[in-house]
């Protein structure tokens, strides 16, 4: 057949009949919408940041930072805690699949798994939907690791005595104490220091015993008769001997 006799030619419209280079749009054509990088952009981030480091510079100087006393290597009542964001690992390690002889498991093989699986996560589900709904696997994985996340933080929180560890922490004036007086030979004896420490510094079980306001009766008193978690019939000694002990107490702190 001759052209146009009997012949037609259709086109598909998704063809372009001349393709043309793919080069991005030249957004100088849009006066207004744009600007340059170098000073104009870099220069408002520089302003941006530069006000935050002083609003978090003032904050640090308006509230320091949270120390603590001096690490004390005879307390073994001192009570160690992670900062918050490692909270769930440190739960973790409190079950018995991931402690003791599979401390392993719970310090590296489950930690590393989880980030593997983050890492890994690009080349796992390389397909091209963007909306959480249509990505059940990337999406299911990520809600059960905030949910693990925020559960093992929660429990972690949950069993803390944070007012104990306040006092535990807390910075106390150092107070000299001869150990070689009659009432800290008597406090060995009596096994007062199990709980209120070698310097008498106090713990989670026990208050400290420095600078304390009460009188050598009181002291005594308690010794003998307990008071919160100090139960009756500590104290086995002679009155002499108590009396010793509740005097070296009182005045702890106070010459």
Not at 111 to 120: E, K
Not at 128 to 150: D, N, S, W
């Amino acid at each position: 057949m001759h052209r146009g006799k009997g012949m037609k030619f259709v086109g598909d419209s998704r063809v372009p009949a001349e393709r043309k280079p793919n080069i991005p749009k030249d957004y100088s054509e849009f006066p207004g919408k744009t600007e340059a990088f170098w000073p104009n952009f870099l220069l408002k981030e520089w302003m941006v940041g530069a006000v935050f480091l002083i609003g978090y510079l003032c904050l640090t100087i308006a509230h320091p930072s949270p120390l603590e006393r001096i690490a004390d290597p005879t307390d073994t009542g001192y009570l160690p805690l992670p900062d918050w964001y490692f909270l769930f690992l440190y739960q973790l390690l409190k079950y018995s699949f991931a402690s003791g002889p599979y401390n392993i498991i719970g310090a590296f093989i489950i930690p590393g798994i989880a980030f593997g699986a983050l890492m890994l996560a690009p080349f796992i589900d390389r397909g091209p939907e963007r909306r959480p709904a249509k990505r059940p696997f990337a999406t299911g994985f990520m809600l059960l690791a905030i949910a693990a996340v925020f559960f093992l933080t929660w429990q972690s929180a949950t069993q803390v005595d944070w007012k104990a560890r306040e006092e535990q922490g807390k910075i106390r004036e150092e107070v000299a104490i001869d150990k070689n007086s009659e009432g800290y030979k008597i406090m060995q004896e009596q096994t007062c220091l199990t709980c209120h420490g070698d310097n008498l510094q106090g713990g989670p079980a026990a208050p400290a015993l420095t600078g304390i306001d009460l009188s050598p009766e009181e002291i005594a008193n308690i010794a003998k008769n307990g008071k919160g978690n100090m139960p009756k019939g500590v104290f086995k000694g002679s009155d002499k001997e108590l009396k010793t002990l509740s005097e070296f107490v009182g005045n702890l702190g106070k010459e």
